[in-house]
């Protein structure tokens, strides 16, 4: 079945840049849409951005509106989320997960491990 494999995340300042990649390995990103979403301690999952199978739309939440772009790169098999002015409240697990072009969780049929991203001020 192959498997997302997100990396890039860590430990950053406030107001400080990150960018994260979302790898597939044995599966074919270009055939869903792909989505990014995080879990901080003690909350639920929550949706961050999507991206459709052709990268024409994307959607975003709106605490990340205008600081956090989606992309993606079918040649590489690769989607990126970067995320630029930093905040203490956008500490959580990231997860990417593939299936249809959605903000809800229940849309999204494949997920990776995730990967920690923490903001300290």
């Known amino acids: 079945q192959g498997q997302l494999v997100e990396s890039g995340g860590g430990l950053v300042q406030t107001g400080g840049s990150l960018r994260l990649s979302c790898a597939a390995s044995?599966?074919?990103?270009?055939?869903?849409?792909m989505g990014w979403f995080r879990q901080a301690p003690g909350k639920e999952r929550e949706f961050v951005a999507a991206?459709?199978?052709?990268?024409?739309?994307?959607l975003y939440a709106d605490s990340v509106k205008g600081r956090f772009t989606i992309s993606r790169d079918n040649a590489k098999n690769t989607v990126y989320l970067q995320m630029n002015s930093l905040k203490s409240e956008d500490t959580a697990v990231y997860y990417c997960?593939?299936?249809?072009?959605?903000?809800?969780?229940?849309?999204?049929?494949?997920w990776g491990r995730g990967t920690q991203v923490t903001v300290s001020s």
């Open positions: 991206i459709t199978r052709s990268g024409t739309n994307t």
């Open positions: 997960a593939s299936g249809s072009y959605s903000t809800s969780r229940s849309n999204y049929d494949y």
């Open positions: 044995g599966r074919t990103l270009s055939r869903a849409a």
